[in-house]
């Protein structure tokens, strides 16, 4: 028996309580040496780095890192039955056989890292992980949507990021559990009218495609609270955002917006709004206003050449960029923001600003 099981079933039973382990991986940092060091392995088990992090009192994680090319000591021969995390980024490989060796320790698991690849499908093992929770399928060459996903119904976390997907498959909406999904840097021209069905998705992250609109059903996302749109082709969005209710961030930086919608100035919630670099946009419509409890907004690299009256109202506000504009004038009543604690005002045509704002007691402008 090697080395490094001999440690795992001396060390590492299921409901471990190691207090300081994780404080004592956290003094050596991230070289591999010195983990071996204070875990007592011998240096032929260099070839994989054992992440051990503090959960509970009662629980720990164990996530082995396949990094290099030489499996001296793999995965394959590692069977833990109360593995609960398993990263194989940049090897994923070996996970077949793995399971092959493991079909009841896969049963357990809860986050899979399939990261960085170069995958152009997803091995058929995954259809075993039937209490997966996090799956990062990120940095791959994914031209379709994996047929297995949506049988994995347990999925909390779902990351897909930077791939070649072109499209979501309509049995998408079957992810009723998802509550963080990222689909940036995809190719994505459209989105199923599914979607809604993920009830209680909290984060969705669409940047970097190349969608022109959203389907209505996107707003029965009631839940969601973090909505990245930017680096897009929308030139609107449909009415029915307004059902966001809980909405917090709002990000449409680098679209193709010229008047945007009247329906956002109904999400009562946001705190951060980034309209930031849209092609047309030179007028802030007055409903800006109503976002009583906004605390950032971003208008910078647009034609804008006058704020209007009701960004008064933002009395919440602590940052304000409006940069790269073709503002003229500043406002007195940007004096009267009395949370506001960054002022981007750079390339404008501004020639001065009102004393009552460049000498306001915590306000930082940026000229």
């Not at 890192?65 to 994923?92: H, N, W, Y």
Request: one cysteine or more.
């Amino acid at each position: 028996m090697k080395a490094n099981k001999r440690f795992l079933s001396k060390y590492l039973p299921t409901n471990i309580y190691m207090p300081n382990l994780r404080d004592m991986y956290e003094e050596v940092g991230q070289e591999p040496k010195y983990i071996l060091d204070i875990l007592d392995l011998p240096r032929t088990t260099e070839n994989i780095q054992l992440y051990i992090s503090w959960k509970t009192a009662r629980d720990t994680i164990i996530c082995w890192k396949i990094f290099s090319e030489q499996l001296g000591t793999s995965v394959v021969d590692v069977p833990i039955s109360s593995m609960s995390m398993l990263e194989l980024s940049e090897k994923a490989a070996t996970f077949d056989e793995w399971v092959d060796k493991n079909r009841r320790a896969i049963s357990n698991l809860k986050e899979l890292n399939f990261s960085s690849n170069q995958l152009n499908f997803l091995p058929k093992a995954i259809e075993t992980c039937t209490t997966l929770q996090k799956l990062d399928l990120s940095r791959n060459r994914l031209e379709s949507f994996p047929e297995t996903i949506p049988r994995l119904t347990t999925l909390q976390e779902l990351n897909l990021s930077e791939n070649k997907l072109r499209s979501l498959p309509d049995d998408f909406g079957e992810l009723k559990n998802l509550q963080a999904l990222n689909l940036s840097t995809n190719r994505l021209a459209s989105l199923p009218n599914s979607i809604s069905s993920l009830s209680h998705l909290q984060k969705l992250y669409l940047s970097d495609n190349f969608l022109k609109t959203l389907p209505d059903q996107i707003g029965k996302l009631s839940d969601l609270q973090d909505f990245n749109l930017s680096k897009n082709a929308l030139k609107s969005l449909p009415d029915s955002i307004r059902g966001l209710s809980k909405l917090q961030r709002l990000n449409l930086q680098s679209n193709m917006i010229n008047r945007p919608p009247e329906s956002i100035g109904c999400l009562s919630n946001l705190r951060e709004l980034n309209l930031s670099c849209n092609e047309y946009l030179d007028v802030v419509p007055t409903w800006v206003g109503s976002l009583s409890e906004l605390r950032a907004l971003d208008l910078s690299g647009n034609w804008i050449e006058n704020l209007p009256y009701e960004m008064a109202k933002l009395t919440k506000l602590q940052k304000l960029d409006l940069s790269g504009n073709e503002l003229c004038v500043v406002p007195e009543w940007i004096r009267d923001l009395s949370n506001l604690r960054e002022l981007y005002l750079s390339e404008n045509r501004i020639t001065s600003i009102p004393e009552s704002i460049g000498s306001r007691s915590g306000l930082h402008v940026h000229l």
